[in-house]
């Protein structure tokens, strides 16, 4: 078992060199270009490592060919942690790019600072108001649009929001702080940012739209029509799969290269962007690191979070209540990757791909990348914030399943498995702690009964997660009360085993 990301334990009295400019390790070259000249152009919000994997990865080549104009400046929105990571780096960090025994590390420069928005909202908004940019980008998980689950709309109740509104010099939610920028923006005669949301969510772009339509109206009605008229809000499809960076990766980069490096990331070869070609003003040529851009996205959103998110997620709850720490410690167990092909064999029925994107290719790369174990990809790490994620990555295609008068055994286990989860405790009697911002209350509606059937109708009535249609359907909530029955009896393992042979025989 390895410890989250941190400092390294070293011998008392040695300090190891922290990488900067002025501190490059021997055999890894910096940046290709003067980073001196480059210009802020992009502000980011949730600079997580996904985002230092993926978004900044395809700035970096916008730099590395010349136009240097699109610096990062980067912001967390909650914790100092990558800030202290990063910011005694000049911004520097390494990208470390694993398959099987292969490595390959990238320093990646694109990003300038870091600044933390509880510390100085201020400083944030001056960011996004000053006149070079002309990209906001937001990598700020489901949670950080504020919206209702049922309607889309802002949750104007939200604790969150309505401290936003009451003071709105110091706002601390990505809505709050959008507005902010644009208002001051308005107010000084330049244009709008566009504001472009990498997060895996449906329609992610017309989200981000509400929430911040939603915010700036409540507040100056003529706000929001400026920002409609004549800001941007385009939909994107990432896809890069980015373990969390444990203590284990940082001590033993530190042993390879002689140097410290606390902002380390590591992602797999695979990476995809597809964007909405829907801009407010000049954008950076990310096409030039393979970025897609195209007048739909939501076909290539659809495939991604059905395929890929989908089977992630089930893999994830079932995995690690079966014991699997790692995604590929999942995929080993050849249940669970025939179940894998038979789930994604639901979801696949209800996708129309776009042009260019042929399905049975792209089920078989996702395989292999499940399979990667130089990853370490934690079923801990995927299953956070499942009240979040079920509606898009599965409950969604149960709908289309249902609607079409399909059965849907995969999907249904994948939810019981999600209910299973809220007990906190896996079946070696192994507690944990559910991270969700629901936690309290799955909790208290698993409890609530005793038998998988009862249990799954009381998570049902959770109109937050599964909404007003599927818990009055008797033919979901049966087969997911028959799906958590089983776990509870006979453990993920046998239940996973029980249904591919079912299937199989059909």
Same mark, same amino acid.
């Given at each position: 078992?390895?410890?989250?990301?941190?400092?390294?334990?070293?011998?008392?009295?040695?300090?190891?060199?922290?990488?900067?400019?002025?501190?490059?390790?021997?055999?890894?070259?910096?940046?290709?270009?003067?980073?001196?000249?480059?210009?802020?152009?992009?502000?980011?919000?949730?600079?997580?490592?996904?985002?230092?994997?993926?978004?900044?990865?395809?700035?970096?080549?916008?730099?590395?060919?010349?136009?240097?104009?699109?610096?990062?400046?980067?912001?967390?929105?909650?914790?100092?942690?990558?800030?202290?990571?990063?910011?005694?780096?000049?911004?520097?960090?390494?990208?470390?790019?694993?398959?099987?025994?292969?490595?390959?590390?990238?320093?990646?420069?694109?990003?300038?600072?870091?600044?933390?928005?509880?510390?100085?909202?201020?400083?944030?908004?001056?960011?996004?108001?000053?006149?070079?940019?002309?990209?906001?980008?937001?990598?700020?998980?489901?949670?950080?649009?504020?919206?209702?689950?049922?309607?889309?709309?802002?949750?104007?109740?939200?604790? @969150?929001?309505?401290? !936003?509104?009451?003071? %709105?010099?110091?706002? *601390?939610?990505?809505?709050? +702080?959008?507005? =902010?920028?644009? /208002?001051?923006?308005?107010?000084?005669?330049?244009?709008?940012?566009?504001?472009?949301?990498?997060?895996?969510?449906?329609?992610?772009?017309?989200?981000?739209?509400?929430?911040?339509?939603?915010?700036?109206?409540?507040?100056?009605?003529?706000?929001?029509?400026?920002?409609?008229?004549?800001?941007?809000?385009?939909?994107?499809?990432?896809?890069?799969?980015?373990?969390?960076?444990?203590?284990?990766?940082?001590?033993?980069?530190?042993?390879?290269?002689?140097?410290?490096?606390?902002?380390?990331?590591?992602?797999?070869?695979?990476?995809?962007?597809?964007?909405?070609?829907?801009?407010?003003?000049?954008?950076?040529?990310?096409?030039?690191?393979? @970025?897609?851009?195209? !007048?739909?996205?939501? %076909?290539?959103?659809? *495939?991604?979070?059905?395929? +890929?998110?989908? =089977?992630?997620? /089930?893999?994830?709850?079932?995995?690690?209540?079966?014991?699997?720490?790692?995604?590929?410690?999942?995929?080993?167990?050849?249940?669970?990757?025939?179940?894998?092909?038979?789930?994604?064999?639901?979801?696949?029925?209800?996708?129309?791909?776009?042009?260019?994107?042929?399905?049975?290719?792209?089920?078989?790369?996702?395989?292999?990348?499940?399979?990667?174990?130089?990853?370490?990809?934690?079923?801990?790490?995927?299953?956070?914030?499942?009240?979040?994620?079920?509606?898009?990555?599965?409950?969604?295609?149960?709908?289309?399943?249902?609607?079409?008068?399909?059965?849907?055994?995969?999907?249904?286990?994948?939810?019981?498995?999600?209910?299973?989860?809220?007990?906190?405790? !896996?079946?070696?009697?192994?507690?944990?702690?559910?991270?969700?911002?629901?936690?309290?209350?799955?909790?208290?509606?698993?409890?609530?009964?005793?038998?998988?059937?009862?249990?799954?109708?009381?998570?049902?009535?959770?109109?937050?997660?599964?909404?007003?249609?599927?818990?009055?359907?008797?033919?979901?909530?049966?087969?997911?009360?028959?799906?958590?029955?089983?776990?509870?009896?006979?453990?993920?393992?046998?239940?996973?085993?029980?249904?591919?042979?079912?299937?199989?025989?059909?």
């Amino acid at each position: 078992m390895t410890s989250p990301i941190g400092s390294p334990k070293k011998p008392i009295g040695c300090e190891m060199t922290r990488l900067s400019d002025t501190h490059l390790p021997q055999g890894l070259e910096g940046p290709a270009y003067d980073r001196r000249a480059v210009r802020v152009g992009q502000v980011h919000l949730g600079v997580g490592a996904f985002h230092r994997a993926h978004q900044a990865v395809y700035t970096e080549a916008c730099l590395t060919a010349g136009d240097l104009r699109w610096g990062i400046v980067g912001a967390s929105l909650r914790s100092p942690q990558v800030a202290e990571q990063l910011n005694p780096q000049d911004g520097l960090f390494t990208c470390l790019v694993r398959e099987g025994a292969e490595s390959r590390a990238s320093i990646i420069g694109a990003i300038q600072k870091i600044l933390v928005a509880p510390q100085n909202p201020t400083a944030l908004v001056e960011a996004m108001a000053a006149p070079d940019v002309h990209i906001v980008t937001l990598t700020i998980t489901e949670k950080g649009y504020h919206l209702d689950p049922a309607t889309g709309a802002l949750q104007m109740q939200d604790k @969150a929001i309505a401290a !936003d509104f009451a003071r %709105p010099d110091a706002p *601390a939610t990505a809505p709050g +702080l959008l507005v =902010a920028a644009l /208002a001051a923006r308005k107010v000084r005669g330049m244009s709008p940012f566009t504001a472009l949301s990498c997060d895996n969510l449906p329609d992610n772009g017309g989200r981000l739209k509400q929430a911040v339509l939603d915010f700036a109206r409540a507040q100056d009605p003529a706000l929001a029509d400026w920002i409609e008229r004549y800001g941007a809000f385009p939909a994107s499809m990432v896809d890069r799969i980015v373990p969390a960076t444990t203590s284990d990766d940082l001590a033993q980069f530190e042993a390879r290269f002689g140097v410290q490096d606390l902002g380390l990331v590591k992602t797999e070869p695979f990476s995809q962007w597809v964007i909405e070609d829907q801009f407010a003003g000049e954008r950076p040529q990310w096409e030039l690191a393979g @970025a897609q851009f195209t !007048d739909d996205v939501a %076909p290539w959103e659809m *495939a991604k979070l059905r395929l +890929l998110n989908g =089977a992630h997620s /089930a893999l994830a709850y079932l995995g690690n209540l079966a014991g699997y720490q790692t995604v590929d410690q999942t995929m080993a167990n050849p249940a669970f990757e025939r179940f894998v092909d038979r789930l994604q064999d639901e979801a696949q029925s209800t996708l129309t791909p776009p042009p260019g994107l042929k399905l049975a290719a792209y089920r078989s790369d996702l395989k292999q990348r499940f399979k990667n174990a130089a990853l370490m990809h934690k079923t801990y790490q995927i299953a956070m914030d499942g009240s979040q994620k079920l509606p898009q990555r599965l409950l969604a295609t149960i709908e289309a399943r249902i609607s079409r008068g399909q059965d849907f055994a995969c999907l249904a286990l994948g939810v019981a498995g999600w209910m299973r989860w809220q007990a906190g405790v !896996d079946e070696q009697d192994q507690p944990f702690e559910v991270q969700d911002p629901l936690a309290a209350k799955t909790r208290a509606l698993y409890h609530k009964g005793q038998t998988g059937f009862e249990k799954a109708a009381s998570l049902c009535s959770l109109e937050a997660v599964f909404g007003p249609k599927l818990p009055s359907d008797p033919r979901f909530v049966d087969a997911v009360g028959a799906a958590l029955d089983a776990l509870l009896k006979h453990g993920a393992c046998a239940t996973v085993e029980a249904l591919v042979q079912k299937e199989a025989a059909r």
